[in-house]
């Protein structure tokens, strides 16, 4: 069944959080937040999770989303190295909800990793999550953590792609124009896949340590979680995902997070 048919889980179903269990939750659910990016596309000149969003720092969305679901009996934010303020707001939740901070990488494949070492004892399944998907509902957030408990190592929250996709090589005339079309992608069959990415921690280290003996070029072509455990033969089940939970990456998306910010999305997750 196409995910955009899927019905919308029930909002209230959240509240069970990760106590209520289920046939493959026999421990806790850790929420690692890479929060580590420079935002160069974006272009302000600070770290991405900092920049303001309806003034709260987009970190701090990102936080209150992670704790609102009720999944997270563990979270954990990776933060760029030397940052003196993200660490800030993350201190701001304790006692209520402490979050435990640690520095990340060159590479979000890298802070994932760093994210991952600080999962702590008693954890079963991790989130990975995009700070800069700051505005994802509670929703796809338990919608990955029910089919983790109803037994997959592997979840992505995604949505239809609305584009035609077409690959492209280089073009052997660049003065008419640099590339030219490869194939054309059968539209019905993509997903555009978000976060948060939902993994039984033993299979997504494992599949990290395996990704870490590989060459360079092969690591660095490497975009999200998924694709290491697809690497190395997981299967990955794909769930619901949200178009308002679009990543911040250049201007445009900033002014569209404005706009559902000021328009009260967040209340309504
Ligand atoms: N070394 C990195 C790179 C990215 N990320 C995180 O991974 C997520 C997705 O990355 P992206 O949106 O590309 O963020 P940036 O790397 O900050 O963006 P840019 O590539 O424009 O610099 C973000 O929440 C970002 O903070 C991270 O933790 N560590
Ligand atoms: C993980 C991700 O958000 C899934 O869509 C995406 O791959 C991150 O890409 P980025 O280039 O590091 O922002």
């Not at 990776?78 to 006692?95: H, I, K, N, R, S």
């Not at 990955?236 to 949200?242: E, I, S």
Request: aromatic share 2%; net charge negative; with cysteine.
């Amino acid at each position: 069944m196409p995910t955009h048919q899927q019905p919308r889980p029930d909002p209230q179903s959240r509240a069970a959080g990760p106590a209520a269990g289920g046939p493959a939750a026999a421990g806790g659910t850790a929420v690692v937040v890479v929060a580590a990016g420079s935002g160069t596309r974006l272009g302000l000149g600070i770290p991405k999770a900092l920049v303001p969003l309806g003034g709260r720092p987009l970190l701090a969305h990102a936080l209150d989303g992670v704790i609102a679901s009720g999944v997270a009996t563990r979270i954990v934010v990776v933060l760029p190295p030397g940052d003196t303020e993200l660490v800030g707001v993350c201190a701001g939740y304790a006692p209520a909800h402490p979050i435990h901070t640690v520095t990340g990488g060159a590479s979000r494949t890298a802070s994932v990793r760093a994210g991952l070492d600080a999962a702590g004892p008693g954890i079963d399944h991790v989130l990975v999550h995009d700070a800069a998907r700051c505005l994802t509902p509670g929703w796809v957030f338990s919608g990955v953590v029910e089919a983790l408990r109803a037994g997959a190592d592997a979840v992505v929250p995604a949505v239809p792609v609305v584009d035609t996709i077409k690959s492209v090589v280089a073009s052997a005339s660049p003065r008419i124009g640099p590339e030219i079309v490869a194939g054309t992608h059968e539209r019905s069959t993509l997903r555009a896949v978000q976060t948060p990415q939902g993994f039984r921690l033993g299979r997504l280290l494992a599949a990290h340590a395996e990704a870490s003996t590989w060459e360079a070029d092969r690591a660095v072509s490497v975009t999200d979680d998924a694709a290491l455990m697809e690497a190395v033969g997981e299967t990955v089940y794909v769930v619901p995902g949200a178009p308002e939970s679009l990543k911040i990456t250049t201007r445009i998306d900033l002014l569209l997070a404005e706009t559902l910010v000021s328009n009260g999305y967040e209340e309504q997750s």
